[in-house]
């Protein structure tokens, strides 16, 4: 049996009580040949940040989980030429665009991007050396963060790296609308889970190397990486 370990107080607040999965699909397929715009404007200063810290080096298995429109995948193929790049998001507008794009940039490069759910990966364990995910968990019910954690644990090889971004819960005014854009369209938006992201990586036996705020304009972010 898996092992799922939700973080206490997070089984309390369980605001969000089921990944809204068929929803979350639909809706980032629709907004997929324009979401690298919001990416630009809200995600490219952490994207540079987890780059610099996640400790990728050419040659290496990488995956990048929930690429949206590929702008980060596309800066990960860039530093890894000659290594293995996987990208996988559940709208396959998205997977089929970052796919494309990233063909384009690197025609020579060993990359794939498939339609898949980060909660249940086609992948044998230890497999990579680094797995990527960004601003993905607001949008997964806790049991869910819980299973894909334990999902990247089990991909990735001894000692083999998770690079994280979450979106940041230090400033009270965009924390006031984040909370009104997730009620009106959950699906879409989640809710926050900055304050609880490292005990579900602690909970499933990574150790958190490093973790640092980045802010983007009003937009926070919290890059973390950490060691399986
Ligand atoms: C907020 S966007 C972030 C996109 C990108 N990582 C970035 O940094 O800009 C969330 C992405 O997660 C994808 N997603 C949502 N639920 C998922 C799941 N269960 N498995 C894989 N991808 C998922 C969505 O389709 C969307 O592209």
Known sequence: MPRLTVPAPLLNAADFPATLAGRTRRLYDRVAPFYSISTRLFHS???QKLLEVCGIADGMRVLEVATGSGEMFLRLVKSNPNGM???LDLSPNMAARTQRLARRQSPHSYVCCQAVDARQM???DSTFDLVVCCYLL???AAEDIARTVEEFHRILRLHGRLALIVIGENTEI???????AGA?????WGRQVEHQVVDFIEAADFTVLHHQPV???LY???VLVARK
Do not use: I, T
């Open 215 to 217: 802010k983007q304009g």
């Open 174 to 180: 965009f924390n006031r609308l984040y909370r009104v």
């Open 85 to 87: 790049n996987l990208g």
């Open 122 to 124: 086609p992948f044998r």
């Open 220 to 222: 926070p972010s919290r």
């Open 184 to 188: 009106l369209a959950p699906a879409f």
């Open 45 to 47: 200063r952490a994207h």
């Open 138 to 140: 607001e949008l997964l």
